[in-house]
């Protein structure tokens, strides 16, 4: 996203960013995905206390749509503190549990939760963003030559709430129709540079790369995640400016170019969900007066 933006390309509707509502939560350890799929299987959302938090929050339950969920939990979990609320199987069986989800079951035990007897503690995730580089049904963008496919891509075609399992089917049809189209195109191959251009230049010694992506991450998630508000985000976008590496061009180094990058596209994000003054969505807008676009 951000080399595309940089280079000139169209991106579009990147408020619209889901949160996965239940992936595990445990200190020091990486977010894992406990599938909706456990609770389509009748895995029941507890809080702290053990209340069915979600029982009266709305028609379906457990089963509300993500964004319901997502922030529902963080809603309980501001209520206690930061504490994670608890997925709860149990009554699942202990022979079910195994066998229908032996990945979600290996990944805990690993973690030294057994699903079979303990509730596992869940926390929201950001898990996929709707919009991008602006394409077309060939994956074509409006910079000559430049397409994409897959999440950096915004085809339009997950509005602005995915549904589940979509993503991979949009990376299939999207995938094949731009691989033809580039095989069949005639874009003639850039000019290159001099020599010198290409050599990269070296880091900045005095600059904490993994600490500003690490503070990017605390705002972003503070002022532009589950809740958002006109001011949250004015402050957020000021903090990531803040933030942003002086570097004209980026050295040949992973750590530097993602922390770069991803404090450019933090900033597009924070921008483009105050443009969007109503909720829509996967983007919720505390301030909010309408519903509607």
């Given at each position: 996203l951000?080399?595309?933006?940089?280079?000139?390309?169209?991106?579009?509707?990147?408020?619209?960013?889901?949160?996965?509502?239940?992936?595990?939560?445990?200190?020091?350890?990486?977010?894992?995905?406990?599938?909706?799929?456990?609770?389509g299987?009748?895995?029941?959302?507890?809080?702290?206390?053990?209340?069915?938090?979600?029982v009266?929050?709305?028609?379906?339950?457990?089963?509300?749509?993500?964004?319901?969920?997502?922030?529902a939990?963080?809603?309980?979990?501001?209520?206690?503190?930061?504490?994670?609320?608890?997925?709860?199987?149990?009554?699942?069986?202990?022979?079910?549990?195994?066998?229908?989800?032996?990945?979600?079951?290996?990944?805990?035990?690993?973690?030294?939760?057994?699903?079979?007897?303990?509730?596992?503690?869940?926390?929201?995730?950001?898990?996929?963003?709707?919009?991008?580089?602006?394409?077309?049904?060939?994956?074509?963008?409006?910079?000559?030559?430049?397409?994409?496919?897959?999440?950096?891509?915004?085809?339009?075609?997950?509005?602005?709430?995915?549904?589940?399992?979509?993503s991979?089917?949009?990376?299939?049809?999207?995938?094949?129709?731009?691989?033809?189209?580039?095989?069949?195109?005639?874009?003639?191959?850039?000019?290159?540079?001099?020599?010198?251009?290409?050599?990269?230049?070296?880091?900045?010694?005095?600059?904490?790369?993994?600490?500003?992506?690490?503070?990017?991450?605390?705002?972003?998630?503070?002022?532009?995640?589950?809740?958002?508000?006109?001011?949250g985000?004015?402050?957020?976008?000021?903090?990531?400016?803040?933030?942003?590496?002086?570097?004209?061009?980026?050295?040949?180094?992973?750590l530097?170019?993602?922390?770069?990058?991803?404090?450019?596209?933090?900033?597009l994000?924070?921008?483009?969900a105050?443009?969007?003054?109503?909720?829509?969505?996967?983007?919720?807008?505390?301030?909010?007066?309408?519903?509607?676009?």
């Amino acid at each position: 996203l951000a080399m595309a933006h940089r280079a000139g390309a169209t991106l579009r509707d990147l408020e619209f960013v889901q949160f996965h509502p239940t992936a595990l939560h445990l200190a020091g350890v990486p977010a894992f995905l406990i599938s909706e799929s456990m609770r389509g299987e009748g895995a029941r959302l507890i809080n702290q206390e053990g209340e069915r938090f979600m029982v009266g929050r709305h028609p379906d339950g457990d089963l509300a749509p993500r964004d319901v969920v997502a922030r529902a939990i963080y809603n309980e979990m501001a209520r206690h503190g930061g504490q994670p609320v608890f997925l709860d199987c149990r009554h699942l069986g202990a022979e079910l549990l195994p066998k229908r989800f032996p990945t979600i079951f290996q990944a805990c035990q690993g973690y030294g939760i057994d699903m079979r007897s303990q509730p596992i503690p869940v926390a929201p995730a950001a898990h996929f963003m709707m919009g991008g580089v602006v394409t077309d049904l060939d994956g074509a963008t409006d910079l000559p030559g430049l397409y994409a496919c897959g999440e950096v891509a915004c085809t339009g075609v997950h509005g602005a709430n995915r549904l589940a399992s979509n993503s991979l089917l949009e990376g299939l049809v999207f995938g094949e129709r731009a691989a033809r189209a580039i095989l069949a195109s005639e874009v003639a191959f850039p000019t290159l540079r001099n020599a010198g251009f290409y050599e990269p230049p070296a880091p900045i010694l005095e600059i904490d790369y993994a600490g500003r992506q690490r503070q990017a991450r605390t705002i972003m998630w503070e002022f532009a995640g589950i809740h958002r508000t006109a001011d949250g985000l004015i402050a957020a976008d000021a903090a990531l400016a803040k933030l942003e590496l002086p570097h004209e061009r980026y050295p040949a180094d992973r750590l530097v170019a993602e922390t770069g990058n991803a404090i450019m596209v933090s900033r597009l994000i924070c921008q483009a969900a105050l443009a969007r003054t109503a909720s829509l969505g996967s983007h919720h807008r505390d301030d909010a007066v309408t519903e509607q676009p």
